[in-house]
């Protein structure tokens, strides 16, 4: 039998809580939940295959408990949030959140996104890795598509799942350049619209700081004035 995937909602409301629970153990996946921030950092480890963050909650905000969970996990996070600005989404991402959805939200819209980012998690970080070409080398940077680990220097670098699907992108196409439509299609699989700009931005300079030496003169993802980013 096929083991649940577990998914942690973290919500201040009850109300909130109890819908959506009902609404994930009627497909079947396994439902853990926390009130406030600082109870889903405590949470999470490796069994949790999701995390639902609402970014207003007492202790810590979603914002703060997302970058203390990435600390634990690569496992995807959707925010719930009532904002819906360019400049919140651009923090939640850059917090290193996976995807925003915006209160009211449909049920059925809810559950398309917990799909879609379940599905990606498998597909690029689970077990189900078919390459032939187990690994990717860029001077000191490597990439081991079968464990789906970076280590830089032998050092191990701990991405999330968008980071680790753009660098994988990039590295298996050296020299070709991508331009933010490139990426945003190929990555988040949805349409490109001119404020994803930024969402490109902001997983591009988290990227450079982790695995660049100096992000502030990246040898490793550069950028093509005016036309994109490439990997030399």
């Known amino acids: 039998m096929m083991q649940k995937k577990r998914i942690l909602i973290a919500d201040d409301s009850p109300e909130i ?15 853990i939940t926390a009130m406030n921030g600082e109870d889903a950092v405590n949470l999470v480890d490796d069994t949790i295959d999701l995390i639902v963050l609402d970014v207003m909650m007492p202790l810590k905000s979603g914002f703060i408990a997302c970058k203390e969970i990435r600390e634990k996990t690569i ?68 990439i081991d598509l079968i464990k789906q680990q970076v280590t830089l220097d032998g050092k191990e670098i701990l991405l999330t799942g968008l980071e680790y699907r753009i660098l994988v992108l990039m590295a298996k196409n050296r020299k070709k350049i ?41 040898k490793i993802i550069k950028t093509a004035w005016g036309k994109g980013y490439y990997v030399d």
């Open 178 to 218: 991508f331009t933010a439509q490139n990426l945003y299609e190929s990555i988040w699989n949805e349409p490109y619209f001119y404020s994803a700009n930024n969402t490109i931005m902001v997983h591009i300079l988290k990227l450079r700081k982790k695995i660049e030496s100096d992000y502030k003169e990246p």
């Open 75 to 142: 496992a995807p996070i959707l925010f719930l949030t009532a904002k819906d600005n360019d400049s919140d989404k651009a923090i939640g991402f850059s917090a290193g959140g996976d995807d925003y959805l915006s209160k009211p939200f449909s049920y059925p819209e809810f559950l398309a996104r917990v799909k879609s980012l379940l599905r990606r998690y498998y597909v690029y970080q689970g077990k189900q890795q078919t390459e032939t070409n187990k690994n990717l080398c860029i001077d000191l940077l490597n």
């Open 17 to 31: 809580i109890e819908i959506l629970t009902i609404l994930l153990n009627s497909e079947e996946y396994d439902v």
